[in-house]
C-alpha cells in the first residue's frame, strides 16, 4: 500500500483547506485509515479516522466539529477537509494506514510523505 498526500498550503485563520491521500494496493478497503499532524517540536498527533467499511469516523477534541475526515473508493481517496482554521493548526500534515482503526501512530502500517498547512493569525 502506497499513500500519497496533497492539499496543504498557507492559508489565514478561519480558512479552509482539503487534505487529499490518495490510496494504492489492491487491499486498500481493508485498511482504516488516519490523519495525523505532527507540529515544530510537538509529537506527532492523531486528528481522525476513518474506516472504508462502514466509513465510521473519529475526530480529536481539538478539531471536532472543525474538521471532516471521509473516502471515496472510486478514487481510492482520502480527504480531510478542515475548516474554521487557526494558527494552532499549523503543522505536517500525514495521512496513514493500519490493518484496525487506533489512535496510536505506532499501530500504523503506512505513511504518506506529509503536506504542510500554515495558518497565519
Known amino acids: 500500500v502506497q499513500l500519497q498526500a496533497s492539499g496543504g498550503g498557507l492559508v489565514q485563520a478561519g480558512g479552509s483547506l482539503r487534505l487529499s491521500c490518495v490510496v494504492s494496493?489492491?487491499?486498500?478497503?481493508?485498511?482504516?485509515m488516519g490523519w495525523f499532524r505532527q507540529a515544530p517540536g510537538k509529537e506527532r498527533e492523531a486528528v481522525a479516522t476513518f474506516t472504508w467499511s462502514g466509513g465510521s469516523t473519529g475526530y480529536a477534541n481539538s478539531v471536532k466539529g472543525r474538521f471532516t475526515i471521509s473516502g471515496d473508493n472510486a478514487k481510492n481517496t482520502v480527504y480531510l477537509q478542515m475548516n474554521s482554521l487557526k494558527p494552532e493548526d499549523t503543522a505536517v500534515y500525514y495521512c496513514?494506514?493500519?490493518?484496525?482503526?487506533?489512535?496510536?501512530?505506532?499501530?500504523?502500517?503506512?505513511w504518506g510523505q506529509g503536506t504542510k498547512v500554515t495558518v497565519s493569525s
Open positions: 494496493g489492491r487491499t486498500f478497503s481493508r485498511y482504516a
Open positions: 496513514a494506514a493500519t490493518t484496525w482503526s487506533s489512535w496510536y501512530s505506532n499501530d500504523y502500517i503506512y
